[in-house]
């Protein structure tokens, strides 16, 4: 790596210790390091050089595949590592034909679904690997994932056995941010507000208090993604009472339950419903989306916002400050779950999945979980993997690397030096390499946002299951259907005849099936463990 690039990672993350502390184990923050970084995550692995090189197949992305052989990047890694590199192309559409058609690759790509996952670990498609022969070999990797998630390793059980390298998406582990607009709170005498109690107040102001002063009651506390994300619905108020409707949770007795047919779904249910049958929130809920969403904000409809998580928040600071509106960033509201939570997407994802011939080639298996996680974790072929040359593709701007012109804007140039994912599949899925894209202000406002919050997701992650294929979309639709009905009824008698007819709808109609296997699937992976 050149000096310009270890000198400003050196300054950045120096600063970042003030802000981050110096843990790994810290949620997904960027770690702290010293001007000299440890020999761990700088000395890459490499094999002698008198031993023939192996070969490796390699496609770790269906997106940024090089159009030529011998790129800069594959012969940085190939002379790194001392292995030859056979760049198996294929796109979204025809990956899955060649593996149908036996082309099976030793690197299979990072965007691979859960269904299919599935599907080839019974077909005999990909490898089962061991955790214990990752974590030997993949060490300084499976740190920073476990102190993202140490249930990232659930994901990859198949019928009992591992099927791939766990990974996650850092930007997941953190929760949607209640934003409130600052004037408006300012001028009905309230600060962001902690509990539902001060919620509610703010409810009441933001409607009857003309907020914008424009003598006019045209606005409201908040509206909700009730036509194009279901899962976000009002989910600040939901995880105060410690749910999601449309997410597994665990139960009380340590069992799997859906969230749409629990008391404390029903329970929010009805606060919401008293809110909306005093005029609190916009009743186009039911039709509003994200885009729509942003829309109420911005022209000062609405003065409450919970569709965003800190990157989306960090990328409308200039249109708020152009609509003369000063966000205020709030925390999970205090309710009857006893603290405070914010709703996550969840950082799981699909794991990285390895040819299954690997299986009976223990050297070369071992070869690539080292050479992987030297890609993951290693400073200098981070970067270069990922920007590819200092000073000719890219330079370091505010304390991080950006490509620079034609690679900026120009994917060809970029396919031709070989930079992106596809030699790397964890770009922006290490702690160790997350400084690469945090520069030091973005650092900043996330560390302001998201410091000290506790976050609740779905406890099963991506999965697949026969019975979701089988009842899921009908399922959801009838979801969707009762919680509008119930949000909007009469009263609160009304929500309960409701949500009870719908708990026994939602089981009949195929729910009790999914919380069946649900419940055998989570058990299969705690005794995996």
């Avoid at 907020?211 to 908040?222: F, S």
Wanted: aromatic share 10%; glycine share 10%.
């Amino acid at each position: 790596m050149k000096k310009g690039l270890k000198a400003s990672l050196a300054l950045s993350l120096v600063a970042s210790m003030v802000i981050a502390g110096c843990s790994t184990n810290n949620g997904g923050n960027t770690p702290a390091a010293t001007e000299k970084p440890s020999t761990s995550n700088n000395q890459a692995t490499t094999a002698p050089a008198n031993e023939e090189p192996i070969e490796i197949s390699m496609i770790g992305s269906t997106w940024d595949v090089p159009t030529e052989d011998n790129t800069y990047v594959q012969q940085y890694l190939e002379e790194k590592f001392n292995v030859k590199f056979i760049n198996y192309r294929a796109n979204d559409e025809n990956f899955k034909v060649k593996i149908a058609g036996g082309e099976i690759p030793d690197i299979f790509p990072h965007n691979i679904g859960e269904a299919d996952m599935v599907n080839w670990a019974r077909q005999g498609v990909i490898a089962s690997i061991s955790v214990d022969e990752i974590k030997q070999y993949m060490p300084n990797y499976v740190a920073d994932v476990e102190s993202v998630d140490p249930n990232a390793w659930d994901i990859g059980i198949v019928d009992g056995k591992n099927y791939g390298i766990p990974r996650v998406w850092l930007n997941g582990s953190t929760g949607f941010i209640p934003t409130y607009n600052g004037e408006w709170l300012e001028k009905v005498g309230m600060s962001a507000p902690t509990t539902l109690e001060e919620f509610e107040q703010m409810l009441n102001k933001f409607r009857n208090d003309d907020p914008d002063g424009n003598g006019q009651k045209d606005t409201y506390g908040m509206t909700g993604r009730g036509k194009d994300a279901r899962a976000q619905l009002f989910n600040t108020i939901y995880a105060a009472y410690g749910v999601n409707p449309y997410h597994f949770k665990v139960a009380d007795d340590g069992s799997i339950i859906w969230g749409g047919i629990t008391e404390e779904a029903k329970e929010a249910t009805k606060l919401l419903n008293k809110w909306y049958n005093d005029g609190l929130i916009d009743p186009e809920f039911m039709t509003d989306d994200n885009t729509l969403i942003g829309q109420k904000f911005n022209t000062k409809k609405v003065g409450f916002i919970e569709n965003n998580m800190y990157h989306h928040l960090y990328g409308q600071l200039a249109t708020f400050a152009e609509n003369g509106i000063t966000p205020v960033y709030g925390k999970g509201l205090m309710g009857p779950a006893g603290k405070s939570l914010q709703m996550s997407n969840g950082a799981l994802q699909v794991p990285l999945l390895l040819g299954s011939h690997l299986e009976k080639d223990d050297a070369k298996r071992i070869r690539i979980l080292q050479i992987l996680d030297e890609l993951a974790t290693n400073d200098e072929i981070y970067a270069t993997t990922v920007f590819g040359e200092e000073g000719v593709t890219y330079e370091i701007d505010n304390g991080v690397p950006k490509l620079v012109e034609p690679y900026a804007t120009d994917a060809d140039a970029r396919l031709g030096k070989g930079i992106g994912g596809y030699y790397n599949p964890f770009v922006e899925r290490a702690v160790s390499t997350w400084k690469f894209h945090m520069p030091q202000d973005r650092l900043e406002f996330k560390e302001q946002l998201t410091a000290g919050a506790e976050v609740i997701s779905d406890v099963l992650g991506p999965s697949v299951m026969d019975s979701k294929a089988k009842y899921f979309a009908n399922l959801s639709a009838l979801q969707d259907e009762y919680f509008t009905k119930a949000i909007i009824a009469k009263n609160e008698a009304e929500v309960e005849t409701i949500l009870e007819d719908f708990k026994g709808q939602w089981l009949k109609a195929g729910g009790q099936e999914v919380i069946d296997e649900a419940n055998k699937l989570y058990q299969e992976r705690q005794a995996a463990k």
